[in-house]
């Protein structure tokens, strides 16, 4: 039998599905607070929101370069990894 080799390309298209949903989430969240009435109890500012979302479109664009072949798989997903971490870490520090 042969060995189980990942296919960048589903991997790419999970890495991009992530990266989108974490725009949207942000996305939608930035919506949220600025055009509707909605009372949030706990705000993220907006400086954090529209750096997530820079980072999700980093995010894709890794993801866009791990479906084509250019990066190797595990380093998207270090990359990816990295990047949550860090939005992580802003979201705790921004909010205590």
Do not use: C
Request: avoid cysteine.
């Amino acid at each position: 039998m042969e060995k189980n080799k990942s296919n960048p390309r589903i991997n790419g298209i999970i890495q991009i599905v992530i990266s989108v949903g974490f725009i949207y989430f942000h996305g939608d969240l930035l919506y949220g607070y600025n055009f509707t009435s909605t009372l949030y109890l706990v705000m993220i500012p907006n400086w954090i929101l529209i750096f997530n979302i820079a980072i999700g479109i980093v995010g894709l664009l890794i993801g866009l370069k791990t479906f084509k072949g250019k990066l190797k798989i595990w380093k998207g997903y270090v990359w990816i990894l990295t990047f949550l971490i860090l939005e992580i870490a802003l979201g705790y520090l921004s909010t205590s």
